[in-house]
Every structure is written in structure tokens, then in C-alpha cells.
């Protein structure tokens, strides 16, 4: 079935030690979302590729990097990262055609990561 | 950025019974779409229910509809004939049918359904 694919589900890393997060899909979206989740809260927008137009929101920390090196994937690199960055992280794709419309996001099973 | 509320951060309902979540938004744009999504717990959110602002009737899908009150600025859920499956978080999101791409989420309902 063509699905949102995270890995790993559970992710755990050291405190300032870099840690990646990957997303693929094979839906051939041209939309790729990277969504910070805390507990109890909204999914927060980190950025997004518009095929390969990145996108980054303005309160979206420097520690914070992705790359799509192609359309099915999409990866969440943080640098250095702190307590306060251990979150779900949901990928979610979307396919916008000829213009903007009602399309929805597919969203991933997303990934829990923790800091020790 | 538009903002979106979810003022119930807890529901329950009784399994066959009706509920209904409120959601409210602030945006000053005309045309827009705004979407349902269900996350149970430990599994991916997934669409349940959208509409576009120029619609004035309500969506629906199965036991899902909407209240969508444009000038009121308010998209409510209602979920019929409630089942153990519905329990999740309930997310609102909204987005401009004229920037895009980006979805503002309110911080969602977690609804209980209790046999």
C-alpha cells in the first residue's frame, strides 16, 4: 500500500549528540511536512519541500536542518539536540496539483524521540 | 500565522451516543479549506472529514459532519453513533487556499468513549 513511512518509531539520543530522523513515502507527493509534536500540544510546522523548495518557518530553530535528496525522501537532522527537543516528530506529505486545493496531508506513524 | 482553537482539550461520550468538538479560527482570508484529522493513540493521524470555505453546505462522511458557520468563524465535528474506535485526539487544522501549503493546527480534543 502507498504510505508515509518513519524510522525508526522510538529514537533515542544523547544529549548534543546529532541525531537524523527519516521519512519516505511512496506516494509521489510534491509536499513534504516536517511536525514537531509535544505532549498534549498542536503539531508544531518545522518546514516543508515544495518539490525541492525548501521552506522554514520563522521560529524553527538553527538546530534544526532537512534534506530531500530526491521525491521519496525526506530527512530531519538535528545538530546538537537539547531536553527540550524530545517530541514526536511527524512527517506528512501532500500532492498539489495545476493550483492550490482541498488535498490533505498523509501523515507517518511519526517518530518518539528521547534525550538522556 | 491564523490561529485555531480547540476549547474542549477533553470529551467522552457513551459508546452509540452523539458528541460534538468545537473548533475556532481567526483569519482574515476569504477562501480557505479546514480539515478534521483523528489521531488514536500511538498510531498516525489521519483525515477524517474537510471542507472549503466557499461551500456553504456542510460536509459529511458517514457518521462525520461539520458545522461550518463561516461568519461565526467556527467548524465544529460531529461524530453520530459514537464507537470505540473514535476514541483519539481530534485535530482541527486550517489552511489558506491562497498561501498553500502550510496547515495551523488548534491543540486538539481527546475524546473518550465509554462502553
Known amino acids: 500500500d502507498a504510505m508515509v513511512i518513519q524510522n525508526p518509531r522510538y529514537q533515542v539520543t544523547q544529549f548534543g549528540k546529532p541525531v537524523t530522523l527519516s521519512c519516505s513515502q511512496t506516494?509521489?507527493?510534491?509536499?513534504m511536512y516536517w511536525y514537531q509534536q509535544k505532549s498534549s500540544q498542536a503539531p508544531k510546522l518545522l518546514f516543508h519541500?515544495?518539490?525541492?523548495?525548501?521552506?522554514n518557518e520563522a521560529d524553527t530553530p538553527d538546530n534544526f536542518q532537512s534534506r530531500r535528496p530526491n521525491t521519496s525522501f525526506c530527512f530531519l537532522d538535528i545538530r546538537s539536540p537539547g531536553l527540550g527537543d524530545a517530541a514526536m516528530y511527524l512527517c506528512?506529505?501532500?500532492?498539489?496539483?495545476?493550483?492550490?486545493?482541498?488535498?490533505?496531508?498523509?501523515f507517518g506513524d511519526g517518530t518518539r524521540l528521547s534525550i538522556l | 500565522a491564523q490561529t485555531v482553537t480547540q476549547s474542549q482539550p477533553e470529551m467522552s461520550v457513551q459508546e452509540a451516543e452523539t458528541v460534538t468538538l468545537s473548533c475556532t479560527y481567526d483569519?482574515?482570508?476569504?477562501?480557505?479549506?479546514l480539515f478534521w484529522y483523528k489521531q488514536p493513540p500511538s498510531r498516525q493521524m489521519i483525515l477524517v472529514i474537510r471542507?472549503?470555505?466557499?461551500?456553504?453546505q456542510n460536509a459529511t462522511e458517514n457518521r462525520f459532519s461539520v458545522n461550518f458557520q463561516k461568519a461565526a468563524k467556527s467548524f465544529s465535528l460531529k461524530i453520530s453513533d459514537s464507537q470505540l474506535g473514535d476514541a483519539a485526539m481530534y485535530f482541527c487544522?486550517?489552511?489558506?487556499?491562497?498561501?498553500?501549503?502550510?496547515?495551523?493546527f488548534g491543540t486538539g480534543t481527546s475524546l473518550t468513549v465509554i462502553p
Open positions: 483569519t482574515s482570508e476569504s477562501d480557505y479549506y
Open positions: 519541500y515544495y518539490d525541492k523548495d525548501f521552506n
Open positions: 471542507q472549503e470555505a466557499y461551500k456553504q
Open positions: 487544522a486550517y489552511r489558506s487556499a491562497r498561501t498553500g501549503n502550510q496547515f495551523y
Open positions: 506528512a506529505t501532500r500532492r498539489i496539483g495545476t493550483s492550490y486545493s482541498n488535498q490533505p496531508q498523509h
Open positions: 506516494l509521489n507527493h510534491n509536499v
